[in-house]
């Protein structure tokens, strides 16, 4: 009995332990993927596709040989792709990734927006993942070859694809810089570089990826009229169009909340100055479709100049992607409004901007730094141009976190730090 006790112990600690890229591969590598299309385990998985991953391992499998760690991972992988691509889970035979390859994969909103970017006839993602972004681009070109390093991951894209393309797609096992010999003319080559090592995360540089794009983008521009690359959302915008040639445009896209991606569109043909990249900022609905956007250069961010002032009636928070991109000024510029300091890239306006990219919200009141000055004990609370952190500066004021009320601790026109009290206005 103690002994089945610490072998069930230790399946628990393998099975919900944070896992690497490592572990996963492992998993494949030893239990292969071809089990879960069989018809009962399938069945099974799909109805237990909300289940309580955590309480249901802690159950006997069914039957004694259906491989139970592989079923678990698949309805895990389920879970997260109901919200990053949901459309999967209504094709019968589909088999996902494992679960941190879907956190890793795009998102289809994404995917179905980068899509949208390029026209053509033939493309190549040479960094197939989940395939996620395969699938959207083989919606818009007539075909495509898809590229993957991972021999059972390849095997299992090869799967998915002809489930979700048809013949549109062909997939090939091999690492992106070998196949560079062999890769046919393309209209476009996709690539969004591995980040994430074994042993440590985070690099955000194009020559620290796999592949190394700026080492290979000579073979890409020979055989590709365009080439579109993914990058982290961590990495500086100006510091990718440098380590590039001829980025043609940038575009960064904002989904649920979150700047997503990166995106960099290069043009072989063309070398344009830097201060004349045209940048995109993009809020985009589940369906790719932009729902606020906003195009500026370098150039014009440069010769804009923003109208410094006090808190009006109104004050406006930029969404993710629009801070991201730094077109602080081109925006005010662009939408009419003022800001509140060079360094607090909020804005105000005595009128409502429905159309702005961002939040909006009602000024109340602008406070002290100071507790006794509070007229609320609960409040969201942000730090714009202003020291220490959210938490540090929530407890020196006893506040309780969330509610309607929102407390903006800035530094204002006038050099003045202190908390604009604001609700904010729903839009619908």
């Not at 220490?388 to 309780?400: A, F, H, P, Q």
Request: with cysteine; aromatic share 10%.
């Amino acid at each position: 009995e103690a002994l089945a006790l610490k072998d069930l112990l230790s399946f628990i600690f393998r099975s919900f332990r944070p896992k690497g890229l490592q572990d996963d591969k492992k998993v494949f590598e030893t239990m292969s993927w071809k089990k879960l299309l069989d018809p009962k385990i399938h069945d099974f998985i799909r109805e237990h596709q909300d289940a309580d991953v955590p309480a249901l391992a802690l159950k006997k499998p069914p039957h004694k040989d259906w491989p139970w760690k592989l079923i678990l991972d698949q309805i895990k992988a389920r879970q997260k792709a109901k919200i990053k691509m949901p459309e999967w889970l209504y094709h019968q035979n589909i088999v996902f990734p494992p679960p941190n390859i879907i956190e890793q994969a795009s998102s289809a909103a994404t995917a179905h927006y980068k899509a949208e970017l390029i026209t053509g006839k033939t493309f190549i993602d040479l960094t197939g993942g989940a395939g996620v972004d395969c699938q959207a681009f083989a919606a818009e070109f007539e075909s495509g070859i898809c590229i993957e390093r991972d021999q059972d991951a390849a095997e299992l894209l090869s799967h998915n694809m002809s489930l979700l393309c048809g013949d549109a797609v062909v997939v090939h096992h091999a690492a992106a810089e070998n196949f560079l010999a062999q890769m046919p003319p393309v209209d476009l080559a996709y690539l969004d570089p591995q980040r994430r090592t074994e042993n440590k995360k985070g690099f955000y540089r194009f020559e620290d990826c796999t592949p190394n794009i700026v080492e290979i983008f000579p073979t890409l521009a020979a055989k590709s009229k365009k080439v579109m690359i993914k990058a982290s959302p961590m990495l500086d915008v100006w510091e990718g169009i440098r380590s590039l040639e001829f980025v043609e445009s940038v575009h960064i896209v904002e989904w649920q909340g979150e700047c997503k991606e990166l995106l960099y569109i290069l043009n072989p043909l063309q070398k344009i100055n830097l201060n004349d990249i045209p940048v995109t900022a993009a809020k985009i609905n589940d369906n790719g479709e932009p729902i606020y956007h906003f195009t500026f250069t370098k150039a014009q961010e440069e010769e804009a100049s923003s109208h410094i002032t006090m808190p009006y009636k109104f004050l406006y928070e930029p969404g993710p992607a629009f801070q991201k991109a730094g077109a602080f000024n081109a925006l005010a510029l662009g939408y009419k409004l003022q800001k509140l300091h060079q360094h607090t890239h909020l804005y105000t306006a005595e009128s409502q901007h429905p159309d702005f990219p961002g939040h909006m919200y009602e000024v109340l009141d602008i406070l002290p730094v100071d507790k006794k000055s509070l007229p609320i004990k609960k409040a969201n609370l942000k730090l714009r141009n202003f020291p220490g952190t959210v938490e540090t500066l929530r407890r020196k004021l006893g506040l309780e976190d969330g509610g309607e009320d929102f407390l903006f601790a800035c530094t204002l026109a006038d050099e003045r730090r202190a908390l604009i009290h604001a609700r904010k206005i729903q839009r619908i």
